[in-house]
């Protein structure tokens, strides 16, 4: 089993300590995404005898769903700093969105043609990429240094996060169990849960070292090519 890096229940208590130091704020901003999301949606089934809107509809979906989670992956990274979330920070990374909607593609198509292969590899896939947004945002990477750098910092810590993936899923299926109202307590709890667990693999992941080459010793005379 890989290396334990990551404290999950110190995650989850994270994510509780956090929504509650700003209830008021995620809950708007869950409502404020949900309907945002829900839009497109509602509209194309009202015209679902409309291929062409049905389309239209699909696609716009589509770019707001990535801009939620753009919006949402800057928003936890400042909490996460200690600054205080504002509901103008929703467009506070309007210029990675591009690059961000790249990767997200492509992230997709990993992980679907993961699940094609067989289930395992989807899931495996799904969690070795899951911080290019991230890391994207944090260090202004590009598309393919964020998954390659997600891929990185997540070995010796994929059961880990295998893990608090999972408990993050019952949260929100018991937020959405009580009659879906938890569920805006729960997401809360599940990001900030996720971008603590993306900081604390971030700073103990392995570092690749340059070897150095050795000099004389202080005094002697370097040796001469043969």
């Given amino acids: 089993m890989d290396e334990e890096r990551l404290d999950i229940g110190g995650a989850i208590r994270y994510g509780w300590r956090t929504m509650v130091d700003n209830m008021l704020f995620f809950v708007v901003l869950a409502l404020i995404f949900f309907v945002a ?16 809107i049905t389309i ?29 979330p504002e ?26 043609i993961g699940f094609i292969l067989c289930i395992i590899p989807g899931i495996y896939l799904l969690i070795k990429y899951h911080f290019y947004g991230y890391i994207m945002i944090e260090q202004d990477a590009g598309v393919m240094d964020s998954l390659k750098l997600s891929w ?11 893990l608090l993936f999972i408990l993050c899923w019952l949260i929100m299926l018991a937020g959405f169990i009580l009659c879906g109202v938890g569920a805006l307590f729960a997401w809360p709890i599940v990001i900030m849960a996720i971008v603590y667990a993306y900081k604390r693999i971030l700073d103990t ?20 090519p043969a």
């Fill in 37 to 52: 999301s829900g839009v497109f949606s509602s509209i194309s089934g009202v015209f679902a005898k409309y291929p062409a």
């Fill in 56 to 84: 239209i509809c699909g696609l716009l979906g589509f770019f707001v769903g990535v801009y939620i989670h753009l919006a949402t992956v800057y928003i936890t990274l400042k909490v996460y700093k200690g600054e205080k």
């Fill in 87 to 112: 509901f103008a920070d929703i467009f506070g990374a309007n210029r990675f969105y591009w690059r961000f909607l790249l990767a997200d593609l492509l992230y997709g198509l990993i992980v679907m």
């Fill in 152 to 162: 990185d910092i997540t070995k010796g810590a994929w059961w880990d996060l295998f």
């Fill in 205 to 224: 992941a392995p570092r690749a070292t340059t070897p150095v080459e050795m000099g004389p010793p202080p005094g002697m005379p370097p040796v001469p």
